[in-house]
């Protein structure tokens, strides 16, 4: 039998903290025997499809295939399934809604990534650009982990920031910019194609997190920033491929570290109060079965979403 697990279902198991637990976990893992791959193309339309395999963690004997569709015009801008299958038989264990599950690890993440980097202070000012999902789910995440004293926001779509503000507390600001010059850690998640943010509008001590960079031609951060900062990324090679370092032009050599060095203590992260610094992640496949893999387990516990016979 095949669980189906809808949004409303995904609601009702994930939870941030269990979900930072799985996530910091599997960053902390030694690598999956396979390499993930993410594969993405133009499509015809006004969108692009991608597809991230297989996801894959030691000691879960499961994997993970998603797909989804990338459409900016529409609401939700991203839509797909992640199909979960037994890695004993191949059986198709779970099908679940991708939109929700990639805003959840990828936001998660990224609240992990910022709070190993940003420099620790309970009066600090957090600024979001992109009021979007995954920007929600960053915000949620980084206040289990730290305390901020304000929050400001900026979205091109007004209503939606205002909305944002008045859901977590803040303030609306009119440009990107002037995030920048007001917040200590700005979390950026657009779908931008030329920089938000230069070198000239942060200041030193800065944590930016970027993680609208995440498939060729999008771009947050301009190169000059991402150059004289402590560069954190999730993956060197698939960031030079496709995320930050890809839009600015730079190899994969220029990132100093993964945030899984960071979090396994091979790396020091932010070593000094003036130093600026970025995460800037593309996103993994085995993300999507870390949560996947905790959201199914939970569901067949409390008995949530709908069983149904694909091979009847």
Not at 27 to 56: E, K, M, S
Not at 114 to 126: E, G, N, Q, S, Y
Not at 184 to 204: C, E, G, I, K
């Amino acid at each position: 039998m095949t669980r189906i697990l809808t949004r409303s279902d995904l609601r009702q198991v994930l939870e941030p903290g269990a979900c930072l637990d799985a996530l910091r976990d599997g960053f902390g893992r030694a690598p999956a025997p396979v390499p993930g791959q993410r594969v993405r193309t133009d499509l015809p339309f006004p969108g692009t499809a991608t597809a991230l395999i297989p996801g894959l963690l030691p000691g879960v004997e499961a994997y993970t295939v998603k797909v989804n569709a990338k459409f900016p015009g529409a609401r939700p801008a991203l839509r797909g399934t992640i199909c979960l299958h037994s890695g004993a038989d191949g059986e198709l264990l779970a099908l679940v809604d991708s939109a929700t599950v990639t805003a959840w690890r990828t936001g998660l993440a990224a609240a992990l990534g910022t709070h190993a980097l940003a420099a620790p202070a309970d009066d600090a000012v957090l600024g979001v650009v992109g009021a979007g999902a995954q920007a929600d789910l960053m915000v949620r995440g980084l206040r289990t982990l730290r305390r901020h004293r304000d929050l400001v926001v900026h979205d091109t779509d007004a209503e939606r920031a205002t909305a944002f503000a008045a859901r977590h507390g803040g303030r609306v600001l009119p440009s990107a910019a002037a995030v920048a010059a007001a917040a200590d850690t700005v979390l950026l998640a657009t779908w931008s194609r030329a920089p938000l943010l230069r070198l000239a509008d942060t200041r030193p001590g800065q944590h930016l997190t970027s993680l609208g960079a995440d498939e060729p031609g999008k771009q947050e951060l301009a190169a000059d920033l991402l150059a004289a900062a402590l560069l954190v990324v999730d993956d060197r090679e698939l960031a030079a491929d496709m995320g930050a370092l890809a839009a600015a032009g730079l190899p994969a050599t220029a990132a100093d570290a993964t945030l899984g060095d960071v979090l396994r203590g091979d790396h020091p992260g932010r070593t000094a109060a003036t130093h600026r610094s970025v995460y800037a992640p593309v996103g993994l496949p085995w993300q999507d079965l870390a949560l996947t893999w905790a959201a199914y387990q939970r569901a067949e516990r409390l008995g949530l979403g709908q069983e149904v016979d694909l091979l009847s």
